[in-house]
């Protein structure tokens, strides 16, 4: 199954993101069949909490949706490679497969720091795709940090 066209809905709520004034991060939460189970966008200024990243905010309505904190045989796609905080939550979730776009060298915990959902330590491993849509996802953050500085 391709991911371009669930990288694209992702984008879009990564520019809602950024137009409130957070970082550009945009995810979605989808099924085997390719049906949005769940989507959301970074709100950590407009709720003033550290945890309301994209993916948390995905995955806590994913599991309220299904009545199940178990996400098994979901995709997270999300334009940012997940931070450990969203790693390790996706890894507890049970979530299947992360796809994401840009990279993240100075937090990413998909494979550029750490790769959390692999880590053979653990309990639970996820397949990871990384690069979809990164060029697009790269150049809205670059966008959004060059025009605070």
Same mark, same amino acid.
């Given at each position: 199954?391709?991911? *371009?066209?669930?990288?694209?809905? +992702?984008?879009?709520? +990564?520019? #809602?993101?950024? %137009?409130?004034?957070?970082?550009?991060?945009?995810?979605? =939460?989808? /099924?085997? /069949?390719?049906?949005?189970?769940? *989507?959301?966008? @970074?709100?950590?200024?407009?709720? @003033?909490?550290? %945890?309301?990243?994209?993916?948390?905010?995905?995955?806590? *309505?994913?599991?309220?949706?299904?009545?199940?904190?178990?996400?098994?045989? =979901? %995709?997270?796609?999300? %334009? =940012? #490679?997940?931070?450990?905080?969203? +790693?390790? +939550?996706?890894?507890?979730?049970?979530? /299947?497969?992360?796809?994401?776009?840009?990279?993240? !060298?100075?937090?990413?915990?998909?494979?550029?720091?750490? @790769?959390? !959902?692999?880590?053979?330590?653990? @309990?639970?491993?996820?397949?990871?795709?990384?690069?979809?849509?990164?060029? *697009?996802?790269?150049?809205?953050?670059?966008?959004?940090?060059? #025009?605070?500085?």
């Amino acid at each position: 199954m391709g991911f *371009e066209a669930h990288m694209r809905q +992702a984008l879009v709520l +990564a520019r #809602e993101a950024a %137009t409130g004034g957070e970082v550009p991060v945009g995810a979605v =939460l989808v /099924d085997g /069949d390719g049906a949005v189970i769940a *989507e959301g966008r @970074n709100r950590v200024e407009e709720l @003033n909490d550290s %945890t309301a990243h994209a993916e948390l905010q995905v995955i806590s *309505e994913a599991a309220r949706r299904q009545m199940d904190w178990r996400l098994s045989g =979901l %995709t997270l796609v999300v %334009t =940012l #490679e997940p931070c450990a905080m969203c +790693a390790m +939550a996706a890894v507890w979730s049970r979530i /299947d497969r992360i796809v994401y776009g840009a990279p993240d !060298p100075k937090a990413g915990a998909a494979w550029s720091l750490y @790769n959390i !959902p692999q880590d053979k330590r653990l @309990n639970h491993h996820i397949e990871l795709v990384d690069g979809v849509l990164a060029e *697009e996802s790269s150049s809205l953050l670059e966008a959004f940090f060059q #025009e605070r500085r």
